[in-house]
């Protein structure tokens, strides 16, 4: 969850400052508190900035230095308040530790701690690790000191330590995202890539189990059980500084919603090896099973969908309740894992188990060097860039665009599918105008004092449906649900009463006079209809007209739904690249 930085050598001898940018480049990952460790030029002591808050506007005044590391936390262990906030010092000031994830057995570690002594400033968990470094450095060397701490925890965990004695920066990866920059000169540490983006985009994406010492001449991996040195090889990514940039919008969520103009048609150019091995497999009679968390949940639901088009039967579960049929996957199963970042705590736990007992792991993810894509068999790489708002928008919507792709290669219809995903690129660029954003301004206005929005569709409408209000709560805070058209009468119409907003979303195909009944039945009891379709109907109070693009409907439905929770968040105060409690990647369970 917490965002991880660090620089040594740093050339412009500004550390602290380079530190802090680079955090303000991880605040989605966290934004309760925030904080910086430095080694100034005259070496005496490690100098601590660290404060409660965002991290947006933050300045720092900590002095002249090539090394620091910092971090912006998503709090766990321990209230929001300074003296939690990361970095932690052992007792004698001479070692700080940054740390993303969660040290499971930290209450046994403190204990034995405590008895010999140790003083703690802070309720974290954190804290332990520079104090367990504290008294292993009396007999070991700062590496073995700091590879056999972190072998000592429990649970998926990333830290970081700075030195003082030696000016060394030493990190180690189980679970939590790492990755190493390697600059001219210059070499940084980041949880993910746009950290450092400024500088270099030439990586090394430290794998579980590895530690890696970084000193002013260069970086060393190493295997943490053995010790022993691992050659490495660096990589060279195709993302830009720009794209990990405002270019000019307001938020980064509302340039990523734009982005998507993009980001959906560059799926039809990948992935080619991919599909036609899945489909091989498929005609070897593997079974398919979809999963993920969250937004990736929802996309995994609409791709049974695409693939029930297809004539082909799926599963889907959530990844966070997939642990229960896991003994229902096995070596003729094709487990399709679904995640923007490739760390989720609950997918990597289910796919874990999965590859156990023998399934076939095909990876849908955007982030690249992720756990996800080490982990599988085949990896459909989504394309879709840095995507920074917490909310997820571009990298949702071609991971979607990939599972419909897949569904067409596995019947033969590859090329068809390619050529629908470019008109419908081609159709948003039409939809996303300036008409059709005074339209949802007008409209998220007239709800910013609402309680309760729901929203309906039916067959693929559903799962669209279910992201649309998620899009709602998660970047302006209102209650929105929705719920399959059919389960109306079920009780849910209970919950609707004058002047309700209700919105229906719908397409040109078999299921759409049973979503206008529903409709028809909400407004009866006085709700007010606001239809998302390609069509106009009496039932509609209010209509946003999408383009008629059959199946592929769904992509511009969604999207008002993100336009939509855009400007409601921006009218009630929220901040939509940041919503609060949540962060981008999570990493624990």
């Known amino acids: ?13 500004q550390a602290a ?28 002591t490690i100098k601590v900035d660290k404060h409660i808050g965002k991290i947006g506007q933050a300045k720092t005044y900590l002095p002249t230095g090539s090394i620091a590391i910092g971090h912006t936390r998503w709090a766990t ?108 000169g210059q070499f940084f540490l980041g949880s993910d890539v746009p950290a450092f983006l400024k500088y270099t985009n030439r990586v090394h994406f430290l794998n579980d189990g590895e530690g890696v010492t970084i000193r002013n001449n260069g970086i060393k991996i190493n295997n943490l059980k053995s010790g022993k040195t691992i050659t490495f090889s660096s990589q060279v990514l ?21 982005d998507q103009k993009i980001t959906i048609e560059k799926t039809a150019s990948l992935n080619a090896d991919g599909f036609a091995k ?39 579960y959530a990844a966070n309740e997939l642990m229960p049929f896991i003994n229902l996957l096995g070596k003729k199963t094709l487990l399709i894992a ?7 705590a609950d997918t990597i736990i289910a796919v874990k188990a999965a590859k156990k007992n023998g399934a076939t792991i095909v990876a849908v993810v955007n982030a690249k060097g992720s756990t996800l894509e080490r982990l599988s068999d085949i990896v459909l790489s989504v394309g879709a860039g840095p995507e920074i708002a917490v909310v997820s928008t571009k990298a949702f919507t071609s991971q979607l665009a990939t599972l419909y792709l897949l569904s067409k290669s596995a019947v033969g219809k590859l090329e068809h599918g390619k050529m629908n995903i470019k008109k419908l690129s081609h159709d948003l660029k039409n939809l996303l105008s300036p008409t059709l954003i005074k339209r949802l301004i007008k409209i998220a206005t007239s709800l910013l004092d609402q309680e309760h929005i729901f929203i309906i569709g039916k067959h693929l409408n559903y799962p669209a449906g279910l992201e649309f209000a998620m899009k709602i709560k998660e970047t302006s805070y209102l209650h929105a649900e929705s719920f399959a058209a ?32 529903s409709a028809a039945q909400l407004k009866a009891r006085g709700g007010r209809i606001i239809g998302v379709a390609p069509f106009n109907s009496r039932e509609f109070d209010e ?24 400007y409601l968040g921006i009218g009630r105060g929220a901040d939509p690249d940041k919503p609060r409690n949540l962060a981008k990647s999570v990493t624990v369970k």
């Open 486 to 517: 059919g389960e109306l009468k079920h009780g849910v119409i209970t919950l609707i009463q004058k002047g309700t907003p209700c919105f229906v979303l719908a397409s040109t195909d078999d299921a759409k006079d049973e979503v206008l009944s």
């Open 543 to 566: 209509v946003i007209k999408t383009p008629d693009l059959g199946d592929l409907t769904i992509f511009p439905n969604i999207i008002v739904g993100q336009l939509l929770g855009y």
């Open 1 to 13: 969850m917490c965002g991880i930085f660090a620089v040594v050598n740093d050339k412009t001898n």
């Open 338 to 344: 679904i995640s923007q970042s490739g760390e989720t």
């Open 17 to 44: 400052q380079t530190t802090l940018e680079g955090l303000k480049k991880l605040e989605y990952r966290g934004y309760d508190s925030w904080g910086i460790a430095l080694i100034p030029n005259n070496k005496k």
């Open 238 to 258: 195709d993302w830009k500084l720009e794209d990990a940039e405002k270019g000019g919008y307001p938020h980064f969520l509302l340039k990523e919603i734009y």
């Open 278 to 316: 899945i489909s091989q497999m498929l005609n070897q009679n593997y079974k398919i099973v979809l999963t993920g968390c969250g937004s990736a949940s929802y996309c995994a639901l609409a791709g049974k969908y695409f693939f029930a088009a297809a004539g082909i039967d799926t599963q889907v």
């Open 77 to 184: 262990h321990g209230g929001v308040t300074d003296k939690n906030a990361h970095p932690h010092l052992d007792c004698k000031k001479e070692i700080a530790v940054i740390h993303n994830g969660i040290v499971e057995n930290y209450k046994e570690l403190k204990s034995q701690l405590n008895k010999k002594g140790h003083t703690f400033r802070s309720d974290t968990d954190t804290e332990v690790i520079a104090h367990i470094i504290e008294e292993k450095i009396k007999t070991r060397s700062i590496n073995e000191a700091v590879f056999s701490t972190f072998n000592s925890l429990a649970g998926s965990n990333a830290i970081v330590v700075l030195d003082r004695k030696t000016g060394t920066v030493i990190a180690c990866r189980n679970g939590s995202p790492l990755v190493v920059g390697l600059g001219d």
